[in-house]
């Protein structure tokens, strides 16, 4: 089992990195639920893919997708994966607005 510390978690509760306990950092999709800042997972080993991380501290299942792994630093800082940054609000699209000109 790998020990991971949740050190970042998206605005809109898709994506978390995490530092695992080698000290390098990994950003995963979260398919069931989000674990809270700073809580503490267990579960597989750091791989592109599906994988299952629990909550030391509550015993809640994740069901996670792992998209980058193995950083030495936070591995897309305040950009956030994709350029989506990882506590910023939500986008909104304007695509329906009406020009009132």
Same mark, same amino acid.
């Given at each position: 089992? +790998?020990?991971?510390? &949740?050190?970042? #978690?998206?605005?809109?509760?898709? #994506? ?6 080698? %000290? ?5 999709? &979260?398919?069931?639920?989000?674990? =809270? /800042? ?8 750091? +791989? ?5 991380? /629990?909550?030391?501290?509550? %015993? ?22 994709? %350029?989506?940054?990882?506590? =910023?609000? =939500? ?8 020009? =009132?000109?």
């Amino acid at each position: 089992m +790998h020990k991971y510390r &949740v050190v970042e #978690r998206w605005s809109d509760g898709s #994506r978390i990195e995490l530092r695992c306990q080698t %000290g390098l950092y990994h950003v995963v999709r &979260v398919l069931s639920g989000t674990p =809270a /800042a700073n809580a503490t997972l267990i579960g597989d080993k750091p +791989h592109l893919g599906f994988g299952m991380l /629990a909550c030391s501290l509550s %015993g809640r299942i994740f069901r996670v997708i792992f998209e980058s792994i193995s950083h030495a630093g936070l591995s897309f800082g305040r950009q956030g994966l994709h %350029g989506i940054a990882p506590n =910023a609000p =939500a986008a909104v699209s304007h695509s329906s607005a009406v020009n =009132a000109t």
